[in-house]
C-alpha cells in the first residue's frame, strides 16, 4: 500500500514538470484518463469482466464520471499552481467530508470519537497550508479543495448507488467519462496544449504511466490486505513532499512538516476508527 501511494505521488510530481513545461492542465487530464481507460478496458477484457452497466444505473455512474472529470482537473490545477504535496493534503480531506456527508445525510449515525481527528486533521493543515499565505496558494488550495469536494460526492456515489457495480467496470467507466469528456470540451474551448520541450514530454509520459501502476497494484492489493492497511494509502502526500524536495527543489518549513504529518496522521485515524 505504501507502494501504490508512493506511485499515486509520482503521478502528481511528474504532472507538476510537464506543467512547468508547457503542457497544460486539460492536456494532462486528457491523457491519463485516457490511458487508464484504455488499459482498465484490457485487463478487463482479459479477467472476463463483463462490460455492461444495468440501464438504472447508467445516470448514476455517468454522473459520477463528470464529478471524476471535475476532481482531476481541479487537482491538477492545483498542483500547476501550488507545492503538489501540499494540494495532496488539501485533497485528502475528502474523507472527512465524506463522514460529514453520511451524518448529514442521515446515513450514518454521528460518532463523537470522529471528532478529535477531524479537529487534528483541520489544525494540521492549517499549519502545512501556512494560514496566512495568500495569493496564488490561495487559488490553488482553492482548486485542491474543490477537487476534494467532488470526490466526497463520488464516494458516496461508490458506497450507496453505485456499490452493485464491480469496482474494476465502475472506475473504467467513470475514467472513461473522464477522457471524452475532458477531450472533447477542452479542445473546442482551445485548452490543449503540448509540452514544449523533451522534459515536458517525460513527465506527461511518465505521468499516465505511474497512473496507471497506481491504479493496477490497488486492484491486485485491496483484496489481500486487512482493511485497517487501506489506511497506509494516506501516505501519499508524505512521499510526494520527500520526492519534490530534490527533484522539484521544493521545501518546506519544520512547521509546515508538523502539520502535513499531523494531517495524514489524523486521517489515516479516522479511517482506522471507522473500520
Known sequence: MLGVASAFASNHLCARIAFDHGASVATAVSVRATFTALLLLVMMRLQGVRIAIPRELRGRTLLAGVLIATQSYALYSAVAIIPPALALLVFQTSPMLYVLLTWALGKETPR???????????????????????????????????SGLSMTVVYYLNANALKSLDGRLRTFAMTAVTAVLVVVVATAAGAQALPRDGLGWGGLA????????????????????????????????????????????HTVTP???????????AIAWLGVAKK
Do not use: K
Not at 115 to 125: E, H, K, S, T
Not at 132 to 143: D, E, K, T
Open 112 to 146: 463523537w470519537s470522529a471528532i478529535p481527528p477531524m479537529i487534528l486533521a483541520l489544525v494540521g493543515l492549517a499549519l502545512a497550508l501556512d494560514v496566512r499565505a495568500a495569493g496564488n496558494m490561495a487559488v490553488g488550495v482553492a482548486w485542491a479543495f474543490a
Open 255 to 265: 512547521v509546515q512538516l508538523v502539520g502535513a504529518v499531523m494531517t495524514v496522521g
Open 206 to 249: 511518465l505521468l499516465a504511466v505511474f497512473y496507471c501502476i497506481a491504479m493496477m497494484s490497488l486492484f491486485y492489493v485491496l483484496p489481500r490486505v486487512p482493511s485497517t492497511v487501506t489506511a497506509a494509502l494516506n501516505f501519499e502526500p508524505i512521499a510526494l513532499l520527500v520526492l519534490a524536495w530534490p527533484i522539484l527543489g
